[in-house]
T-cell receptor, first 118, second 116 residues
Framework: AQTVTQSQPEMSVQEAETVTLSCTYD???????LFWYKQPPSRQMILVIR??????QNATENRFSVNFQKAAKSFSLKISDSQLGDAAMYFC???????????????FGKGTKLSVKP | KAGVTQTPRYLIKTRGQQVTLSCSPI?????VSWYQQTPGQGLQFLFE???????NKGNFPGRFSGRQFSNSRSEMNVSTLELGDSALYLC???????????????FGEGSRLTVL
């Protein structure tokens, strides 16, 4: 069974600084998707960034980028130029690419609560 | 394009009662999955429905059930409620394949269930 581990329950960053959130996962599959989701206090989960396992290039979305190390099964999120609106719970998640199998099952880490100090 | 809609947003029940939660997916999405979120256990997968069939099920007791209709709307039901069922129940919709498939799940705002 796949597992996702986020080892940092809480993180804090100064506004305009850079912060990196860690995530490791375990799987025997070769094809999968990895995501970072953000859940602000208003609680709707929204996608921050995604990565297809078959792509070696790290995904980037504006101030958000990932460091995807497939062999090490590591998927960290870097937030540059942190803003007050970045304060939220961040969840790392894994999704199988197996259409006929458990593709619908998103496996989440426990989350990292990010605080941004003005 | 309308997002994932969940109703009701908040509800309070007492132990032993049952509850039904509803989820309307994004138009065109045929996969609907449900998750339970609690402070202690985090986000846990309940089940996924695709084309009116349950495709996957998480490790929850039989009191938790669901269904999907021909228009892809889904309901989940919890019978004989227990205090530990108090949680935020999140519904997510997605594609499973196709030219626009990105793997992403789109979440609703959730239904907050309190069991007294």
């Amino acid at each position: 069974a796949q597992t996702v581990t986020q080892s940092q329950p809480e993180m804090s960053v100064q506004e305009a600084e850079t912060v990196t959130l860690s995530c490791t996962y375990d799987t025997s599959e070769s094809d999968y998707y990895l995501f970072w989701y953000k859940q602000p206090p208003s609680r709707q989960m929204i996608l921050v960034i995604r990565q297809e396992a078959y792509k070696q290039q790290n995904a980037t979305e504006n101030r958000f980028s990932v460091n995807f190390q497939k062999a090490a099964k590591s998927f960290s999120l870097k937030i540059s130029d942190s803003q007050l609106g970045d304060a939220a719970m961040y969840f790392c998640a894994y999704r199988s690419a197996d259409y006929g199998g458990s593709q619908g099952n998103l496996i989440f880490g426990k989350g990292t609560k990010l605080s941004v100090k003005p | 394009k309308a997002g994932v809609t969940q109703t009701p947003r908040y509800l309070i029940k007492t132990r032993g009662q049952q509850v039904t939660l509803s989820c309307s997916p994004i138009s065109g999405h045929r996969s609907v999955s449900w998750y339970q979120q609690t402070p202690g256990q985090g986000l846990q997968f309940l089940f996924e429905y695709f084309s009116e069939t349950q495709r996957n099920k998480g490790n929850f007791p039989g009191r938790f059930s669901g269904r999907q209709f021909s228009n892809s709307r889904s309901e989940m039901n919890v019978s004989t409620l227990e205090l530990g069922d108090s949680a935020l129940y999140l519904c997510a919709s997605s594609l499973r394949q196709g030219a626009t498939f990105t793997g992403e799940l789109f979440f609703g705002e959730g239904s907050r269930l309190t069991v007294l």
